[in-house]
C-alpha cells in the first residue's frame, strides 16, 4: 500500500513549531502543495533511477511486493562486457561479508576454474561449504544440463536419468565415475578355501554369515542386499598349476554361491576371487 504526504500550510510565523505565536501570514501554500504532489507522484507506480550506491541499514525484512500478472523480479545486472564483469548477488555472515554469492559473468569475463563466460555460479566462499535442499516431504533437488534432467536426489538417494557416457578421450579411459549405478562394482571378496573360509578382503561383504557350504561351495552373503537379483558375477580361481573352473549359481539379493572344481569336474576347495556387478 503506497504512503503519500500532505504538507501544512506553511506561514512566517515568529513562534516555534511547538509554540507558535500565531502571528504570520500565509505563504504560497499552491506551491508547497505542488511541491508535495511532485514527490507522491515520484514514488506512486513508477519506475525509480538511482545514481550511486544505495546502502540500507535497517535490521530486519525488506519486501518486494506486489500482485498481478506476470513476474515480481529483483534484478542484479552489470550491463557492460568486459574481462571482470559480473552481476553479483552477495550475502554474509559476522565473520565474512561475502561469504556466499550468486555471480552471472559477462560474455568476455576470464575464465578460470568455476568462471565460464556467460555463465552463473552459486558459489559458497566459507569452510562451511555449500547446501542444496528441498525439505518438504515430497521435494526433490534436480540437476539440469543442456535443458536435459540428468540426476534427481531425494530421500532414496541420486538417480541417474540420462544414459551413462563412456566415450574415451584421446590417450585416456572411459569416465566410468559418470555411469548409472548399475554399472559399479557392488560387492567383492578374496577368499582362501582350504576346507574352511577366510574372507582375505572385501567390500560389502558379510564376513559372519559367508561359509563353506560343502567342498567346493561357498555361500557369500552381502552386508547390504542388491537392488535385483539377475546381477553380474566376476569368478576367478586363485590357484598355481591346477586347472579349475569356477561358477556362481543361486543368485540371491543377499547372497551367491561360487562352485569351484577341478578339471576332472569334482567340486573342490580353491581359493578365489569373486566381483559382483548390478543394482
Known sequence: MATTISGPSVTDDTGTVASPNEDGTNLNQSFFNSFYA????????ATQVFDGVLTLGGLGTHTVSAS?????????????????RAGTLEVGNSADADLGRIEAYAPSYTEAGVVKQNGVAVRAMGAGGLSLAAEHASGDVRLYGRDVLGATVNADGMSFDQAPDFAEAAGAGPDLSRGYPEALVKAWANI??????????????????TSRLAAGRVSIAFDTNLAITNYAVIVTPVTTGAQVVAAATSLAAGSVEIRTQSSTGTLTDYNFTVVIIGE
Open 38 to 45: 511532485a514527490i507522491n507522484a515520484m514514488w506512486s507506480g
Open 192 to 209: 582362501s578355501n582350504s576346507g574352511s573360509v577366510t574372507v582375505n578382503d572385501h567390500y560389502n561383504i558379510d564376513t559372519g554369515s
Open 68 to 84: 498481478g500478472a506476470g513476474h515480481n523480479t529483483v534484478r542484479v545486472q552489470n550491463a557492460s562486457d568486459g574481462t571482470n
